[in-house]
């Protein structure tokens, strides 16, 4: 069992950067792949960024040169740096980790997820 807990969302200008946080539970994290999907209103959730254990990482096209994924192993946490945000960021973003050692863009792969926290991006 992997328990996810997501920190740093809130109120932020456009142009501006946040950071988000991706605690993790349990002693097995360096062998999830780890991904950040986000869920605006009306919509479906969707794939935003991803990394392997070994540090391959893939982007949703609407994020690629403004988002960067990271992990520390050692810290059992994901980060999601976020630059030049626009008002289409904004969202619920929500961790996910998967079993396995590939990212995928499927939300249906993943088993662990955490409650997800607020992203506004203000005009």
């Known amino acids: 069992q992997v328990q996810l807990v997501e920190s740093g969302g809130g109120l932020v200008q456009a142009g501006g950067s946040l950071r988000l946080s991706c605690a993790a539970s349990?002693?097995?994290?360096?062998?999830?792949?780890m991904a950040w999907f986000r869920q605006a209103p009306g919509k479906e959730r969707e794939f935003v960024a991803g990394?392997?254990?070994?540090?391959?990482?893939t982007y949703a096209d609407s994020v690629k040169g403004r988002f960067t994924i990271s992990r520390d192993n050692a810290k059992n946490t994901v980060y999601l740096q976020m630059n030049s945000l626009k008002l289409e960021d904004t969202a619920v973003y929500y961790c996910?980790?998967?079993?396995?050692?590939?990212?995928?863009?499927?939300?249906?792969?993943?088993?662990?997820w955490g409650q997800g926290t607020q992203v506004t991006v203000s005009s």
């Open positions: 996910a980790a998967r079993g396995s050692s590939a990212v995928v863009t499927t939300l249906l792969e993943y088993n662990y």
């Open positions: 349990g002693s097995t994290f360096s062998t999830y792949a």
């Open positions: 990394r392997t254990r070994s540090g391959y990482s």
